[in-house]
């Protein structure tokens, strides 16, 4: 993953040598720390906010996250965008 200047985030391919380590700092992350693990990746790798798409109501609120839109995902459901900055 990174910010490349334009507001815009990067997601690695399965294919790329970052994805192995993105996976590995995933799976070390505890569901109660993983949110700090996550919020010390993004702040070391120069991102300064982070984005969820769920939806679920009232859970990812509690770790800071604001609601900013409701979208329909490509199977038809809605789900909520939430944002962190930190």
Request: include cysteine.
């Amino acid at each position: 993953m990174e910010n490349d200047g334009n507001d815009r985030i990067l997601i690695p391919e399965r294919e790329e040598k970052l994805w192995g380590q993105v996976c590995r700092y995933a799976q070390e992350c505890s569901w109660s720390g993983g949110k700090y693990l996550a919020e010390a990746y993004l702040k070391r790798t120069g991102f300064g906010e982070a984005y969820i798409v769920s939806h679920h109501d009232g859970l990812y609120e509690k770790y800071g996250y604001v609601h900013v839109d409701t979208r329909p995902a490509y199977w038809g459901e809605m789900q909520k965008i939430y944002r962190h900055i930190f």
